[in-house]
């Protein structure tokens, strides 16, 4: 079974990679490093360390969330705002050839640990699920659907188990 880092997008060989949805290989291909350029995301790719191949990728941005979006019983424990921050998942694939291993969770856990490390506070993972796949494979990994295709998973106790 490969071995796989996860790191910044930057040089990797890109073109090889297909998950199989269409917007999401050609984003991956064509539009992520100018995001990166504009500092509009931030992307990280799991690489097979044995063939050097992306296996995976995840974009992640700063984003908000209307304080009135969110269950009344989460809203009533923060700050009155207009607007929550929150960490944005905005993308997550994984390559069809390494399907099956684990690695999409692997790679979501790893967005989860970069929101709670950054310097930047974020309240929660805020992610769109594209369809009812997507949608379960979140409330698989503990996210909340807080309106139609939209989850959040509150990093709040996570960020107090890490820092221990």
Avoid at 3 to 11: D, I, Q, T
Avoid at 58 to 67: E, R, W
Avoid at 129 to 157: C, M, N, Q, W
Wanted: proline letters at 5%; a positive charge; charged letters at 25%.
């Amino acid at each position: 079974m490969p071995k796989f880092r996860v790191e910044a997008l930057a040089g990797q060989n890109r073109t090889g990679f297909v998950c199989g949805v269409e917007p999401l290989d050609r984003y991956f291909r064509e539009q992520v490093t100018q995001d990166i350029r504009r500092r509009a995301t931030a992307c990280f790719v799991a690489i097979d360390e044995e063939t050097e191949r992306v296996a995976g990728y995840y974009s992640l941005a700063a984003g908000a969330v209307a304080l009135t979006d969110l269950p009344e019983a989460r809203a009533k424990r923060l700050p009155r705002y207009p607007s929550v921050p929150v960490a944005r998942l905005g993308r997550l694939a994984v390559d069809e050839t390494y399907r099956g291993r684990k690695l999409g969770g692997a790679l979501l856990w790893d967005a989860v640990e970069r929101a709670v490390r950054s310097e930047l506070m974020a309240y929660a993972l805020v992610v769109d699920a594209k369809d009812d796949s997507a949608e379960a494979f979140y409330l698989h990994h503990g996210f909340v659907l807080i309106s139609p295709r939209t989850l959040i998973l509150p990093l709040g106790k996570l960020g107090n188990a890490s820092s221990r």
